[in-house]
């Protein structure tokens, strides 16, 4: 009789530890949000990782190449070279109506 009462409350016991592990605020959804968060910022981090590398190459690049460092102010700062001509075209009184009414 004392073996049936030890199994029971061994079996008690073993039923509240898994209802605290799963239903605890601490228990098996928190590791589970956990999970979830850390593969997040493992994809965040690929994607970091991707960008440094592209920004890195184009540091080289600009450190070693002229054309690259030309391209980039021409593209970012809307400098021209020496020896080009810029050209500004203006749209006719007509053709700036169409336009503002096509972005509208």
């Known amino acids: 009789m ?3 009462w030890i199994m ?3 079996a008690m016991a073993g039923v509240a530890m898994i ?3 799963l239903l605890s605020d601490s228990g098996f ?3 589970q949000n956990l999970r979830h968060a850390v593969a997040e910022q493992r994809s965040e981090n690929a994607a970091l990782r991707a960008r440094n590398v592209a920004l890195e190459a184009e540091v080289v690049n600009l450190k070693n ?3 690259a460092a030309e391209e980039r102010a021409r593209t970012d700062l809307g400098m021209i070279g020496e020896s080009e001509t810029f050209y ?3 749209p006719a009184q007509g ?3 169409v336009a503002d009414a096509i972005v509208k």
């Open 2 to 4: 004392n073996i049936r």
């Open 8 to 10: 029971l409350l061994l």
């Open 19 to 21: 209802g605290q592990l």
């Open 29 to 31: 959804s928190r590791t």
């Open 65 to 67: 190449g002229r054309a």
């Open 88 to 90: 500004q075209v203006v």
């Open 95 to 97: 053709d700036r109506l």
